[in-house]
């Protein structure tokens, strides 16, 4: 049996070596070293790829009604549905690695690093937040005894990244495998008075800048080759839907991230969780000429080998 090349993932499609006269650009090169990652940033076992029918490969993500296990409680407004981190976890961290999360309020995202063996650092600007978050955290299953950390402080801020590469330090870690960015959709939650919460951009553009910041940080901190994602909705105002998803979707390209995927997640069962009150929209689309949200984006991007 021919031995695998170092570096190709069990499971992982070989490709075969070029032959003896062709030259090698760098573009395959790229091409080449991509095939061999396949695979490696996850604990799939791509030879049994037909018995993965819980993992959602399809860009349309129907995922129903909050997952109210263990800690998790649906009261917080905003509240990241546990089934997203759950299926990014999955599909593109392995047991033991780190997961950020920057904008981690109740910490959904750490619970869930918790239940599913992964550590987890997370950033929280507003201390009742993150007092109440710590305490959910604590209650959440750990059979694997992963270490997470709530850090106070701003996601947007350049002298929050000493913070968190201490946090890195203390977990034994270098760079994180998965970022998860899930900030407000500008002002349609206030969370805070704290003018540098993103819902109380005054604008547009300065929210978008606040989200370029907190992405840079997140990039800075991300291991090459690893995937961040971006759950983020659009938002209605002045008469005229804005396509906040695709703007921020800008703001990470721009940064040189590699684009990936946009999924399309229902919020169907959910909206409350973002601010909606049905019957009031029902009347308000009816008057006003317009279509209701029914879903948010969970747009995946991943950072250059180099």
């Known amino acids: 049996m021919a031995e695998a090349r170092p570096g190709t993932a069990r499971g992982a499609v070989r490709l075969p070596e070029p032959s003896a006269g062709e030259a090698i650009t760098a573009a395959r090169r790229r091409r080449v070293e991509q095939a061999a990652d396949l695979g490696s ?3 799939l076992d791509l030879r049994q790829w037909k018995s993965y029918d819980d993992l959602i490969l399809g860009s349309l993500w129907l995922l ?30 392995k047991r033991g690695q780190v ?57 947007t801020a350049s002298e929050t990244e000493a913070l968190l590469r201490t946090a890195l330090a203390e977990l034994g870690r270098d760079a994180v495998d998965l970022a998860i960015l899930h900030p407000p959709y500008h002002d349609i939650i206030r969370f805070s008075d704290d003018p540098r919460d993103l819902s109380n951009a005054p604008t547009t553009d300065a929210f978008l800048a606040a989200l370029r910041r ?15 994602a971006l759950v983020i909705g659009d938002t209605y105002r002045a008469g005229e839907w804005q396509p906040l998803g695709f703007e921020a979707m800008h703001v990470c390209r721009a940064l040189g991230l590699q684009l990936k995927a946009i999924n ?33 984006y969970v747009m995946l991007f ?5």
């Open 64 to 93: 129903g009604p909050r997952d109210k296990s263990g800690p998790h409680v649906g009261d917080y407004w905003g509240n990241f549905v546990p089934q997203i981190p759950q299926q990014l976890m999955r599909r593109f961290t």
């Open 264 to 296: 399309v997640k229902s919020i169907q069962g959910n909206e409350r969780g973002k601010g909606k009150r049905e019957n009031l929209w029902k009347y308000r689309a009816l008057k006003e000429g317009f279509y209701l949200f029914k879903h948010e």
């Open 99 to 155: 997961v950020l999360d920057l904008f981690a309020g109740m910490s959904t995202t750490l619970i869930e690093c918790r239940r599913l063996g992964r550590r987890g650092i997370g950033v929280e600007l507003a201390a009742d937040v993150a007092e109440a978050a710590r305490a959910r955290i604590a209650q959440a299953a750990n059979a694997h005894g992963m270490a997470t950390r709530l850090i106070l402080a701003d996601a």
């Open 214 to 228: 907190a992405a840079t940080l997140a990039i800075a901190l991300l291991r090459p080759g690893r995937f961040l």
């Open 302 to 306: 991943r950072k250059p080998r180099g």
């Open 41 to 43: 940033y996850s604990d």
